[in-house]
């Protein structure tokens, strides 16, 4: 079983917690500085390390549903930099889609989502633009990485997301596809430590006024994708931009099937519920329309 890891704020300090918290329970956590987490999971053997620095002191135990505990997306840094990014049409049930041109193979498409403070927690809404044309939730591992002050990237563990975008500015023109994918991205707040899952499947259910209006499943694990997982991510940081120091890198691997292909429309108010059962892991979204503005 991975270690699984999670930062929080409460009443003004930073605490750790080890697990995941069934809901209703009391949470149990563990005061840490900042950034001594951080080193913990760049040393060699990053669960021991963990385990070491949560035993150095005295666990608080905070009531389920207080207000004053706030979880934190994984490794979010509070003054660096940090950018959300990932990859389109990466699975097998895309196949035919997947490409390669002048008889050499095809390469992963990478995509830019968002800064890491654009992310959002669970619990918190996804804001879209005003007059989306077809959005589309996307079930996802994350993978989390942080350059060291070499530029090397650093992978420390895997989480889930819902990169929630635009398919229908895609299916316009793919010249879209960037604009489509400035929506907020939904990120669960566990770090799990080890490689990225073969299989992380569960099912999504779309919420309309308090009734289930449409659910199905997904299989977002590295089997189920049609590249391999080096292979992205050698993409990925082949560009120097994306290996400056200190840089946190939330890294999208692309989902499989999803509401839109079901012929489904996701509505403003709509709440996005997805259940990765193979591993705990919950991420309860509503999606808000935003309100059109100009700058001029």
């Known amino acids: 079983m991975s270690t699984i890891v999670s930062e929080y704020e409460y009443r003004g300090r930073r605490y750790v917690s080890l697990g995941i918290t069934a809901p209703g329970e009391p949470q149990s956590l563990h005061p840490v500085a900042e950034g001594r987490l951080l080193a913990a999971l760049l040393s060699p053997d990053a669960p021991a390390a963990v385990a070491a620095l949560t035993a150095e002191t005295e666990p608080v135990t905070v009531t389920a549903g207080d207000p004053a505990l706030q ?9 660096g930099p940090s950018l959300v990014s990932g990859f389109l049409g990466t699975h097998k049930s895309k ?19 968002g800064l890491g403070s654009w992310l959002r927690r669970p619990g918190q809404p996804l804001v879209v633009p005003a007059e989306p044309v077809i959005l589309v939730e996307e079930p996802e591992v994350v993978l989390v990485f942080v350059n060291d002050e070499a ?38 707040t566990h770090l799990f430590l080890g490689e990225p899952p073969r299989s992380a499947t569960g099912r999504t259910v779309i919420e309309r006024d308090g009734q289930a209006v449409w659910e199905g499943k997904f299989d977002c ?9 080096s292979d992205l991510v050698d993409r990925l940081f082949s560009f120097p931009a994306l290996r400056r120091p200190g840089l946190v890198n939330y890294v999208l691997t692309g989902a499989d099937r999803s509401s839109f ?8 108010g709509d709440r996005i519920v997805i259940d990765v059962a193979s591993h705990g892991a919950v991420l309860a979204n509503t999606v808000r329309f935003g309100g059109g503005a100009s700058a001029f």
């Open 71 to 79: 979880a934190l997306p994984p490794l979010l840094p509070t003054t």
């Open 95 to 113: 196949a035919d889609a997947i490409v390669g041109h002048d008889g050499q193979p095809p390469l992963p498409k990478w995509f830019f989502k």
């Open 151 to 188: 530029g090397a990237p650093r992978y420390l563990g895997y989480t889930f997301g819902n990169d929630l975008c635009d398919i229908g500015l895609h299916r316009i023109d793919p010249g879209y596809t960037p604009s489509g994918k400035l929506c907020d991205t939904g990120l669960a």
């Open 221 to 229: 694990g590295a089997d189920a994708l049609f590249f391999r997982v």
């Open 261 to 268: 292909h079901d012929g489904f429309r996701i509505a403003d």
